[in-house]
């Protein structure tokens, strides 16, 4: 009796040993599908005179993984489509014009066992530099990060623009062309205020020819957020420089973002902010003083959905016919903000001034003023239907982009979802 009672306890055990096992596997190894989409209409009156534009579109961003307890494979593209462009006149959705399906995360991670809150990854992943200001976007390289509750740091090594793989030695013409970037950035935190240091570096071999020629570039660079009670401060700082290239010119430039805010109750926020990067005197010609040098992604950064081109629907269409973040004029802007919640409404206003940093000494600075407004119906939990309005009052400046230049405008309704 003994015997038998001392076999079933033994058969018990096992079998509860194995379910274990099993639950905490399941529970381990998960496949996870996530990801955003929007579907939309949008119109622009466009900057050029007698220019405007209208259309309706998607974009859908499927995003797949599968995670161990200390693996995760991960995959996300970008899919975009404007209706009933490209067609022949019938209704023929499975034709109409598509955006090229783009992969905008593909990468392999693993949690190293022997170092608590350690990792690899290898692959392409969103990573966005301080202030968005070198890159905003996605990037593909090595990356190794580190956490935990006081610190984040993040090691990043990626190649830039490789056109020739395969080198022959002592070929002088056609290889020594890459370029590569190289971050190196540790956020932490002090009470309410988080800081984040960081170094990124550019090389560019000697027959590199896309911008800069046998030199390497230096960004420094500083985030920092800090709260005193209802109100809010964040700034973001980067300075560029790169010793004379292979062309005998001196590269620097400098980038600001500064917006403080203040949160009056739980409903209302109203803020300002100031941005400015600098721009390269066209009368120099053995130093160029534009941040624009330094931006591999002129993407990361902005808040106004013209002059920036920061509007929630911005995959097709005209959207980006003004964007001045990508020029070596650069800018500088000084505006103001307020949201306001009433559930399930959500209402933002913004408006900016924004001038040139330099130019030609016969030519305009003035960029205009931008108005901005946004207002949400929220569905539920990430799903709204969202409104986007703008109005610019054209400036001078662009008069040296189009013969002839009339106020800008953009409205976009669409339904918006993230999951």
Not at 55 to 79: D, G, M, Q
Not at 269 to 277: N, R
């Amino acid at each position: 009796m003994k015997k038998s009672l001392l076999i079933a306890l033994a058969a018990l055990f096992v079998t509860t040993n194995v379910f274990a096992q099993d639950a905490q596997k399941a529970a381990e190894n998960q496949f996870k599908f996530n990801g955003a989409a929007y579907a939309y209409w949008a119109n622009y009156q466009l900057a050029e005179k007698d220019k405007s534009a209208g259309y309706s579109a998607y974009r859908f961003r499927p995003y797949f993984s599968y995670n161990t307890a200390n693996v995760e494979a991960a995959l996300k593209f970008e899919i975009d489509q404007v209706f009933g462009k490209g067609t022949t006149g019938s209704v023929d959705v499975g034709n109409d014009e598509k955006g090229i399906v783009e992969v905008k995360a593909a990468y392999l991670k693993f949690m190293l066992p022997f170092l608590q809150g350690a990792s690899v990854k290898g692959g392409a992943d969103e990573f966005k530099s301080v202030g968005g200001f070198v890159i905003g976007t996605e990037i593909g390289g090595g990356f190794f990060n580190y956490k935990n509750d006081m610190m984040n740091l993040n090691i990043v090594a990626a190649q830039v623009y490789e056109p020739t793989i395969v080198d022959t030695k002592d070929d002088t013409t056609s290889e020594d062309d890459d370029s590569t970037f190289y971050a190196a950035d540790i956020a932490f935190k002090v009470g309410d205020i988080s800081i984040r240091p960081a170094i990124y570096v550019i090389t560019f071999e000697k027959n590199h020819t896309n911008t800069l020629t046998d030199t390497t570039a230096y960004i420094p660079s500083i985030g920092l957020s800090a709260k005193f009670g209802a109100l809010n401060l964040d700034f973001a700082g980067a300075y560029g420089t790169a010793s004379k290239d292979a062309n005998d010119v001196k590269y620097s430039g400098y980038a600001v973002d500064l917006a403080p805010s203040f949160k009056a109750s739980d409903d209302l926020k109203v803020g300002a902010f100031f941005t400015m990067l600098s721009g390269d005197d066209p009368e120099s010609a053995d130093e160029v003083e534009s941040f624009n040098t330094f931006q591999l992604k002129g993407d990361g950064f902005g808040r106004m959905f013209l002059l920036e081109d920061k509007m929630n629907f911005s995959n097709a269409g005209p959207h980006d016919y003004i964007d001045i973040r990508d020029n070596d004029a650069e800018y500088m802007m000084v505006g103001a903000m307020i949201e306001y919640k009433m559930s399930p409404l959500k209402f933002m206003a913004q408006a900016a001034w924004a001038q040139l940093s330099e130019e030609a000494s016969n030519e305009e600075k003035d960029l205009g003023t931008e108005i901005d407004v946004a207002i949400s119906y929220e569905i539920e939990k990430n799903a709204a239907i969202l409104f986007e309005g703008a109005y610019l009052a054209t400036g001078k400046a662009f008069e040296a982009t189009f013969t002839e230049t009339q106020n800008s405008t953009y409205v976009g309704l669409g339904l918006n979802y993230k999951w």
